[in-house]
């Protein structure tokens, strides 16, 4: 990325015309990716409406577990078809398994097929959800175990998430389980996802929080900007939820006028900077955000 200087910027934008706006904002993710679906919080508090659904949907193009079409919001399957392309470059990896004793050990994952990444789930209505977690239930002796969502409370309904297995995995167990980890693909997206604008979803650490156990295999899209956040501030979306929803709100207070900003956004855009969180991937590696709005 081309790192234009703070006060060049500042000095671009005033040439530019852009309005002195009566509050700044200095939250390091975009009023504009803020107040757009990527930072959809759902949940078992904060529920779809049974007639929600996204307008975008398109058909999945990555490969699929089954002939049956899967759909997904547009960025969402762009994301994953280079995600699964990237995945199949990789022919060595090194990754962690548990021994017998319990043991973490590693394990060297090498092959000129690459990582094989397979989509098993994408876009699912209210009433397909219904079905699924009633059917889930169903299985599972009756025990709501927080695996399955209600109807409402599922990200599968804003087309935003989706379930990604390996070929292999996929190939040998019916029903999904925290032993996907185990796999040399669950590790490598656990680690590159956010470059894609992915999360995982239920990280196995904020179980309390998401009151979802553990899923190696979802990933939500958030685009990169909430992605890198995350990922260097260690949240899950329920904590984004609460810095941003408080950032906004204090914004609107001082004066701050969301409308306006975006356009200041889009104008910093146009100038060729992406985001404020993109040093996150720099080529150095480094994690400093060294710009904000
Ligand atoms: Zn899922």
Redesign the pocket.
């Known amino acids: 990325m081309k790192r234009i200087p703070a006060m060049m910027l500042a000095l671009l934008l005033c040439a530019s015309g852009s309005p002195a706006l009566a509050a700044e904002w200095s939250f390091p993710v975009s009023v504009t990716e803020l107040t757009s679906d990527h930072a959809l919080l759902v949940n078992r508090d904060h529920l779809l409406d049974e007639s929600y659904k996204p307008e975008d949907l398109v058909v999945a193009t990555v490969k699929r577990t089954s002939s049956s079409k899967i759909e997904l919001r547009p960025e969402v399957n762009q994301a994953l078809e280079t995600m699964f392309e990237d995945a199949l470059a990789v022919k060595e990896y090194t990754y962690r398994v548990k021994n017998s004793k319990g043991e973490w050990v590693e394990k060297e994952f090498k092959s000129e097929a690459g990582l094989r990444l397979v989509l098993k789930?994408g876009f699912r209505s209210y009433g397909t959800q219904k079905t699924t977690y009633n059917n889930y239930l169903a299985r599972n002796n009756g025990v709501d175990d927080g695996i399955s969502s209600p109807p409402g409370a599922?990200?599968?309904q804003s087309g935003l998430?989706?379930?990604v297995l390996s070929v292999d995995y996929n190939a040998n167990n019916q029903y999904m389980n925290a032993s996907f980890y185990q796999t040399p693909e669950a590790q490598w997206m656990e680690e590159n996802c956010i470059y894609y604008g992915f999360v995982i979803r239920y990280p196995e650490d904020k179980e309390d929080l998401t009151r979802v156990p553990y899923?190696p295999?979802?990933l939500r899209y958030v685009g990169r900007e909430i992605a890198g956040y995350l990922n260097v501030n260690g949240k899950c979306l329920e904590e984004f939820y609460e810095d941003y929803q408080a950032a906004l709100a204090a914004f609107i207070a001082d004066g701050g006028d969301i409308e306006a900003q975006k356009l200041v956004e889009a104008a910093r855009k146009s100038n060729g900077i992406e985001s404020t969180v993109l040093d996150v991937y720099g080529e150095d590696g480094d994690a400093e955000i060294s710009l904000t709005f």
């Open positions: 789930s599922s990200e599968h998430a989706c379930d899923e295999w979802h």
